[in-house]
């Protein structure tokens, strides 16, 4: 069965570093997603994206973050400049036309 | 914005009992959608539940949302240790291919052996 999947499962940087998290949606797949979720809190949406542009970004998505699909394949999630408040589980979905979203397993993010 | 509540907050039953799990939305919803999440894991899909008086199942799980699409129950019939997780609804707002899912705060889930 045709699965999300993202790299790494676990990324520790130091404070002010940038950080890319990858994902690779379902191949037939138009619309992609990121959300996190910090520990203890409700998984809180992101950005999306379809046809290689944002289509909503939410307040949490400031000038820090940017998105990008480099190929036919992967979605990434920039952060320039990681807070100490960017740790949290990231989590990358996509849909086909509908807006049944299927999420990867997350990236756990640690900013030290 | 939209807001949705879940209760309860936390369930344990005995396995093979019954159990409900409810999620209210503070205003009327376009899709209605359930996972559950593994701690420390991703949410898998469970259902989406389009039209107000709408009945899904799939196993031992029926998800059921009102005629007035605003409040959404979850409920599985005859509990195992599989069924433990946290299960989270989630909606959106508007008619939009590549909408942003609001969820709620989580039903944790245990089961009792």
């Known amino acids: 069965e045709p699965e999300v999947t993202q790299t790494p499962s676990h990324q520790v940087t130091q404070m002010g570093q940038e950080v890319i998290l990858r994902c690779v949606p379902i191949?037939?797949?138009?619309?992609f997603y990121w959300y996190r979720q910090i520990l203890g809190q409700k998984v809180e949406f992101l950005v999306s994206f379809y046809n290689n542009e944002i289509s909503e970004k939410s307040e949490i998505f400031d000038d820090q973050f940017s998105v990008e699909r480099p190929d036919g394949s992967n979605f990434t999630l920039k952060i320039r400049s990681t807070k100490l408040e960017d740790s949290a589980m990231y989590f990358c979905a996509s849909s086909e036309w509908s807006n049944e979203q299927f999420f990867g397993p997350g990236t756990r993010l640690t900013v030290l | 914005s939209q807001e949705l509540e879940q209760s309860p907050q936390s369930l344990i039953v005995q396995e093979g009992k019954n159990l409900t799990i409810n999620c209210t939305s503070s205003?009327?919803?376009?899709?209605l959608y359930w996972y559950k999440q593994k701690y420390g894991e991703g949410l898998i899909f469970l259902m989406m539940?389009?039209?107000?008086?709408e009945e899904k199942s799939h196993e031992k799980i029926t998800a059921k949302l009102d005629e007035k699409k605003q409040q959404s129950s979850l409920h599985i019939t005859a509990s195992q240790p599989s069924h433990a997780g946290i299960y989270l609804c989630?909606?959106?707002?508007?008619?939009?291919?590549?909408?942003?899912?609001?969820f709620g705060s989580g039903t944790r889930l245990s089961i009792r052996p």
């Open positions: 205003k009327t919803l376009y899709g």
């Open positions: 539940l389009q039209k107000g008086g």
């Open positions: 191949s037939n797949h138009l619309y």
């Open positions: 989630g909606a959106d707002g508007v008619y939009s291919s590549a909408s942003k899912i609001i």
